[in-house]
């Protein structure tokens, strides 16, 4: 089956929704999402949007504070953009009906300043995040998704997963995207879907890890298929760990937002050591590169398998209204966080590196997009600041709508493509599944303990050296069975490992969230990004 757009949306996250709902005033569009349509990292944001919205704070702070945070690789004008671009981005959810928690009433005119409650986070020098109690992610793609099913030029395609973007040069034409082959809800077809352009919106890579914050989406399919069809990727050494996910033998990493030392909790050992102002000035506010690594030498010190986090010197009932989500879920697990602390440990976060893309979200492959986690604009640097990934990809997601609809018009027209419908060949379904299953944990086993918080450049050399040898048994299972869900992960997860540890060897100091053993300190010769092609291995390169 084949259907053509002119916008194919892939992801429904922040910047997928974003982009589809302005791309949708000027042309028709089809988003189609891996789970459920609200099923994305976006849904889980806990803090909020970092943004310059009181009165005593301004832009040059966040940017300096953004600068401060990527550890000399931001690219300032990226910086720049997203800073200044984000109040309005934030007034724009606001009319489309977010309900973000406020200090006074619930709708702003355009003339009217935006009265937000303003939350606080590591590296922030203000209070400017806003957020909806500890629900932010939730209620930003409520507001979306509830706008966007009113379009009627706008196909939401859910449970569909896509496997590999559609190059025009393969079938004689010029080297362009002209779409992409979608596995359909069932999982027994693949759809050939075609577009003017081609958006990836399909957020991070967490599942790369063994532990990571990051629901089961976020297997690097984005960067993965970019990187096959031959897009230059950036950066991908830096992935950043979050310094608090609740620490439970059943549960499964769940998020412990920053915004709770952002209200005055505090970070200790057992013995009720509080040892944050011996790594940093800022203490539990420092970077949040700092607080993972402090956290992970103070576990290794002492032998524990967790440190607590307390912010049960706050009134009960401000603790239950300002984080309900995070009281519910400890509820769950027999803690109450508003009389006892909480056992915390870091975990896999935010891909801080990505498909290297313009300011418009364009990468280098004409009618291939790439925004919010997926992309690398070099908003982040080396390292992200808490709450400024919903901000790019609402500014990106804008920007990137607004640039393809001036383009969309040349693209119009145009002869379609002669690409054929994908073909199965000589697959059998498979018949040992566990072969998928026994990969998978074992990459992010290894990923989880050599290419960790921290790394040493022997333990690399180990990770490649296997993934080298999975890849081989991946490539031939892939050839040989019929394609499920499963398998299209596991081979984008290799490949993103991949990406991981290569771009990490080739950075011969610490700088940011890539802190190696062997180099301790950042070099100013590395002060460059990492780029990376098919073909081509990674090197560095002036931003
Ligand atoms: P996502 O929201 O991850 O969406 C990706 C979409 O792509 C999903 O719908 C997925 O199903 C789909 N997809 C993936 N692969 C395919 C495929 N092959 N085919 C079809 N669809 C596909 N950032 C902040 O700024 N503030 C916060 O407070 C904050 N809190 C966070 C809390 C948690 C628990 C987590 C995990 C992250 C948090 N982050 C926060 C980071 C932030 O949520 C993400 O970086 C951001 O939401 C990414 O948005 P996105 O649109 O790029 O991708
Ligand atoms: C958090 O709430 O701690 C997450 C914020 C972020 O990842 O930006």
Redesign the pocket.
């Known amino acids: 089956m084949s259907y053509s757009c002119d916008y194919l949306v ?7 929704l974003a982009f589809a709902l302005e791309a949708s005033e000027h042309g028709d569009v089809i988003l ?4 459920a349509l609200d ?4 849904q ?7 943004s310059v919205l009181a009165e005593d704070d301004t832009f040059e702070s966040h940017i300096k504070d953004t600068l401060v945070a990527g550890a000399g690789l931001c690219h300032e004008m990226a910086v720049d953009v997203c800073v200044r671009e984000g109040p309005g981005r934030i007034r724009w959810l606001l009319d489309l009906g977010a309900r973000f928690s406020g200090k006074a009433s619930a709708h702003h005119g355009p003339d009217e300043g935006i009265d937000l409650d303003l939350g606080r986070e590591g590296g922030h020098s203000a209070r400017r995040v806003a957020h909806a109690a500890d629900m ?2 939730r209620e930003i793609v409520r507001a979306l998704l509830t706008a966007l099913r009113e379009r009627p030029n706008v196909r939401l395609l859910d449970n ?3 496997i590999d973007l559609i190059m025009a040069s393969k079938y004689g034409g010029p080297e362009t995207c002209v779409g992409a082959y979608v596995l359909d809800a069932s999982g027994e077809h693949v759809l050939r879907l075609l577009a003017r352009s081609t958006v990836l ?4 890579a ?1 599942k790369v890890y063994l532990y990571t ?2 629901p089961d ?3 690097g ?2 960067v993965a298929m970019a990187y096959r069809a031959g897009a230059e990727i950036a950066n991908m050494e830096f992935y950043q760990f979050h310094p608090t996910c609740l620490y439970h033998p059943r549960a499964k990493r769940f ?1 412990i ?1 920053e915004a709770l030392r952002g209200e005055g909790a505090t970070l200790s050992l057992a013995d009720g050591d509080k040892f944050m102002p011996r790594h940093h000035p800022r203490a539990d506010l420092a970077p949040r590169d700092i607080v993972a690594r402090s956290i992970d030498f103070e576990m290794k010190r002492t032998g524990s398998e967790f440190v607590l986090l307390d912010i049960s010197h706050r009134p009960a009932s401000f603790v239950r209204e300002r984080f309900p989500g995070i009281h519910a879920e400890c509820l769950k697990w027999g803690l109450d966080i508003t009389t006892q602390p909480i056992p915390v440990v870091p975990a896999a ?2 891909m801080c590196g990505g498909i290297t893309t313009d300011l418009y979200g364009r990468t280098t492959i004409p009618g291939l997009w790439a925004i ?3 992309g690398c604009t070099g908003l982040h640097g080396a390292n992200r600041l808490a ?5 790019e ?1 609402l500014v990106l997601g804008h920007r990137a709508a607004l640039k393809s609809r001036e383009l969309i018009d040349e693209l119009r027209g145009g002869p379609p493509p002669a690409v054929p419908e994908w073909e199965v060949g000589d697959a059998v379904p498979s018949d040992e599944k566990v072969i998928v299953t026994q990969n998978w944990d074992e990459l992010r086993r290894f990923m989880w303990n050599y290419v960790g918080i921290v790394r040493s450049s022997s333990r690399l050399r180990r990770a490649a050296h296997r993934i080298a040898l999975l890849q081989e048994e991946i490539q031939e299972y892939y050839w040989r069975f019929l394609l499920t869900r499963d398998l299209l992960e596991l081979r984008n997860i290799a490949t993103t490992a991949e990406l991981i540890v290569s771009s990490a060897a080739s950075r011969a100091e610490s700088r940011g969230v890539h802190f190696t053993l062997d180099h301790l300190n950042p070099d100013p010769r590395f002060a460059r990004d990492t780029v990376v092609k098919r073909g081509v291995p990674p090197h560095l390169r002036n931003s």
């Open positions: 892939i992801g429904s996250g922040v910047a997928g189609v999402t891996k789970r099923e994305s990292n976006t889980y944001a806990q803090g909020g949007v970092a932010t992610g569909h997963a896509a919106a399909t957020g991070g967490g914050s990051n989406i976020a297997t399919d984005g998020l937002s976060h935010y919010g986690e997926v709450s400024n990934s919903l901000l990809g």
